[in-house]
């Protein structure tokens, strides 16, 4: 197409001070490229700014995600424990005994709860801590000391629990120590007791129903009743009536708490043997089978465990919230350990308190020093961590998100459990 010439007047002033006026002729092309290359400039800036504008909010969110870990959530599916998106976690930890005791004798709890304590217990590379609680010490029942039970003693566990989860780690709350009708309660029974033990579930799951990385173990160390007692409760030579775990249960989710339930086994901890056949109703289908492992205990051979404790484990999870050896050694505990990581079952090292290796404890002093029996379980956790490393590059975070990415990527490994001991 031609281009066509256009006319432009233009007004000139001389200096005499009047003025005339000259044509002046430009081809309208010439204009139309200088407005199109104008054009093409602005594009780019902004094309440029958009560019860097996303590459920032990237970069921000990648920078918040390393800095902010996501909340710790267990779970129950089917026979695992899992985080929120359902990638399997065990928990591998320790028992952090004295809030069951302390209260009873003038104080809250025995040793640190500070952050130089947890950082001690998670360069051990843990990914849990179960703490015992003391009955009346929670209710602030049996003519305690309110500054060492009832508020004061509820605050102390809460602000323990949550400092604990700012560390990465998984909390169990126990029932440990409790009694009857008016008795203090300086030691376990048989089983929980009617009288205090629903009473005490209904207000821990009311103060904790809001957190998602708690699990609740209903009674430390059933003994000397049957299979029926355990479930639904029972008349005790003693003269006093024990709690069932169906009542227990019950007593947690009356609260709308849908955490994690432990019910452990007869035994003190140490039998499963019937647990498939009485174990309670959970309507939240959060249920957990708990097991004691001691070297002085009935069950302690691999062929026990297999026929007592692996068929358990194909259809719910098992955690061993306690796992000791009073011979200032870790054969046993070794062995144990080696057989939990086949089979999928989770493991806690009774106990985080330097009262020397035959209580049995795991340290000599609350800095994390291991006692010769405790470093059994040290190195155990620090190899599997090396091992994780090897399959994922690993990066400076609280232990319960290392775990979890440690499961998600062997999740992803056909033979996970005879490739990477899990």
């Known amino acids: 197409m031609p281009r066509r010439p256009i006319t432009v007047q233009v007004r000139v002033s001389h200096d005499s001070g009047y003025q005339s006026w000259h044509r002046s002729r430009c081809p309208q092309g010439h204009r139309l490229a200088t407005r199109s290359r104008l054009h093409g400039r602005r594009v780019m800036v902004l094309l440029w700014l958009s560019l860097t504008l996303i590459m920032i909010v990237i970069a921000v969110a990648a920078w918040q995600a390393v800095q902010s870990p996501v909340p710790l959530t267990l779970r129950v599916s089917g026979n695992?424990?899992?985080?929120?998106?359902?990638?399997?976690?065990?928990l591998l930890g320790v028992d952090r005994s004295g809030a069951e005791y302390a209260c009873i004798n003038?104080?809250?709890?025995?040793?640190?709860?500070?952050e130089r304590s947890i950082n001690a217990m998670t360069s051990w590379h843990i990914d849990a801590v179960r703490i015992p609680l003391n009955e009346d010490c929670w209710l602030g029942i049996s003519r305690l000391r309110s500054s060492f039970s009832s508020a004061r003693y509820r605050t102390m566990i809460r602000e323990y629990v949550a400092r604990l989860n700012q560390a990465g780690l998984y909390v169990i709350l126990d029932l440990h120590w409790n009694a009857p009708g008016g008795e203090l309660a300086t030691r376990q029974q048989q089983m929980a007791d009617l009288d205090h033990?629903?009473?005490?579930?209904?207000?821990?799951?009311?103060?904790?129903?809001?957190?998602?990385?708690?699990?609740f173990d209903l009674y430390n160390e059933p003994n000397g009743i049957s299979w029926q007692c355990w479930r639904d409760g029972c008349a005790l030579p003693e003269g006093w009536r024990a709690a069932g775990m169906q009542m227990l249960v019950n007593a947690v989710r009356a609260t709308g708490a849908r955490q994690p339930i432990i019910a452990t086994g007869l035994g003190w901890?140490?039998?499963?043997?019937?647990?498939?056949?009485?174990?309670?109703?959970?309507p939240a289908n959060q249920l957990v089978a708990g097991f004691h492992a001691y070297n002085f205990n009935r069950c302690v051979t691999v062929a026990c465990w297999n026929?007592?404790?692996?068929?358990?484990?194909?259809?719910?999870?098992?955690?061993a919230t306690e796992l000791g050896e009073a011979d200032c050694s870790h054969a046993f505990i070794s062995r144990f350990m080696n057989w939990a990581d086949s089979a999928g079952v989770s493991y806690l090292g009774w106990s985080w308190n330097p009262s020397g290796c035959r209580s049995p404890a795991l340290i000599r002093s609350w800095g994390g020093q291991a006692t010769a029996y405790g470093e059994g379980l040290r190195a155990h956790l620090m190899r599997l961590h090396r091992q994780y490393c090897q399959a994922a590059p690993c990066a400076a975070q609280p232990?319960?998100?290392?775990?979890?990415?440690?499961?998600?990527?062997a999740r992803r490994t056909p033979s996970r459990r005879s490739t990477m001991g899990w």
């Not at 424990?81 to 399997?88: D, E, H, Q, R």
């Not at 003038?106 to 500070?114: A, C, V």
């Not at 026929?307 to 955690?319: G, I, N």
């Open 80 to 90: 695992e424990l899992v985080n929120a998106s359902g990638s399997p976690v065990r």
């Open 106 to 114: 003038g104080q809250l709890i025995d040793g640190p709860t500070g």
């Open 269 to 282: 901890g140490n039998d499963l043997g019937s647990w498939l056949r009485y174990r309670p109703h959970d």
């Open 399 to 409: 232990s319960g998100s290392l775990w979890v990415r440690y499961h998600s990527a």
């Open 307 to 319: 026929s007592e404790v692996k068929p358990v484990a194909r259809k719910v999870p098992v955690v």
């Open 197 to 215: 033990a629903p009473a005490f579930w209904s207000s821990v799951a009311r103060v904790f129903k809001t957190d998602p990385a708690v699990a």
